[in-house]
């Protein structure tokens, strides 16, 4: 069982910064064939779909979605299957909850994709 467990929200004024982090975690990695693969975050603003913010592979390539390019910037430690997610420069229309997931693979082979609880970011203007 793998638990993704974020912290790191919170409310915070237009222009203002938050750093969001996701440990990956379960008794699964003790078995060295299972890895997590890309990381990524996603968010979700109430009455709309759930959409990409921001993804990391292991070996370091992101992807960021549009709206939040320039101003976040995603990172992560494989040691610790940690995903980060530095955002700067908020605007009020980046309130949502944050979801990270994790791709779970065994050797070369996908297994599963895990999601945390969601941590609420609020954007006041």
């Known amino acids: 069982q793998v638990q993704l467990v974020e912290s790191g929200g919170g409310l915070v004024q237009a222009g203002g910064s938050l750093r969001l982090s996701c440990a990956a975690s379960g008794i699964i990695f003790r078995a060295n064939a299972f890895r997590v693969n890309a990381m990524g975050w996603y968010r979700q603003a109430p009455g709309k779909q759930r959409e990409l913010v921001a993804t990391?592979?292991?070996?370091?390539?992101?992807n960021y979605a549009d709206s939040v390019k320039g101003r976040f910037t995603i990172s992560r430690d494989n040691a610790k299957n940690t995903v980060y997610l530095e955002m700067n420069s908020l605007k009020p229309e980046d309130t949502a909850v944050y979801y990270c997931?994790?791709?779970?693979?065994?050797?070369?082979?996908?297994?599963?994709?895990?999601w945390g609880q969601g941590t609420q970011v609020t954007v006041s203007s």
């Open positions: 990391m592979t292991r070996d370091g390539s992101t």
């Open positions: 997931n994790a791709d779970l693979y065994q050797g070369a082979v996908y297994k599963y994709t895990y």
